[in-house]
């Protein structure tokens, strides 16, 4: 196949993508296309010339959907174009290895109902990046992305806000997926949240901002939540329930509830800054073998009540409290709450403060306790 240029431009000569369509001419017309990328444009796209669908700015999902269900059965790309999409039903993804992407914030997908913006089912190899998407708070049934069942899955790169439920929400025994550098922001729902067994996953590098309950809620074994920023949600920041989980690197500030609180055996919370909530900056409850190791705990319990701690533990056995940093949190900065919790080691902590009820306080059974600077 052969390309001849009707016109070249000058060097550093802008040039627009319609004038390179008519400029440049495909020598052999007859040879077939490849369906493995299909094109969508908005009705508001700067150059739809190229799209294999051109959406009109109502019920754009029909245009979409049929792009997805155009794709060959092992699977391809659809590429959304910059511009403005309405959709009044989900976007659905059925099968295995589809990537849904656009160019950023730039796609941006927008709907008036209380539906779901993109659905996929119970298959791997899903992807969704790159994409704006935009609720109207519309009622608990309209979450941005929602996996049901997703394995071995990606969302990156999303921006998604004013949801009347989630902004991501993956559910119904989800393995192994990841949700990395998205953003969530004013959902009435959770900000992101892994429900129902959701194993092996990772959320890495999101910002979650003033939603209306959880940041982030994780329900399953061994996931991942590092380097996240969880602020002004009225729940908790960051909620993990099970076991072998990991919080790391995180930075949960100004929310209502807790800024860290997980359940379950062997988590791991490491290297976080957690400030300025209304009730404990950590909390850990019912959890045997727990490590709490290098994190920043600093002007919790934001009501002044002398209520809540920096670092609380509850009915939790075998734990490590350890090189941890609490300060000017309003109840006491460690706290091992009860008889309940047994044989756990407490070293090496910085426990200061000027109006808290105190800077340590054991009441648990066997604690080891040694090497904390306490003021």
Known sequence: MSITHAAVKASGEKGLASEWNADHVIGDASKAKNNTTLIVAAVDSLDTSRADYVCDGIDDQVQINAAIAALPVSGGRVSLLEGNYEV??????????????????ATRIITVANVTIIAAGAFSGILVENLHLEGNNAGGAQHGIRYIGSDDSAISHIWSGDMGGSGIYITSTAYSNIISDCFVTNCNGYGIYLDMQADNNSVIGCTVDSNIQIGIEVVGDSNTVTGCTIKDCTQDGIHIVGSNNTIAGCTSTGNTRQGIFTQGDGTVISGNTVSTNAWHDIY??????CVIVGNVCKG????????FDGIRLNNADYCVVASNRCAENDGWEINVFDAASDKNLVHGNHCIGVAHVGAYNDSGTATTSANNVVA
């Open 88 to 105: 009044s039903a989900s976007i659905g993804i059925g099968a295995e290895n589809i990537a849904l992407v656009g160019t950023g914030r």
């Open 300 to 307: 919790n319990d934001s009501g002044d009540t002398a209520t």
């Open 284 to 289: 850990v409850t019912s959890c045997d073998d």
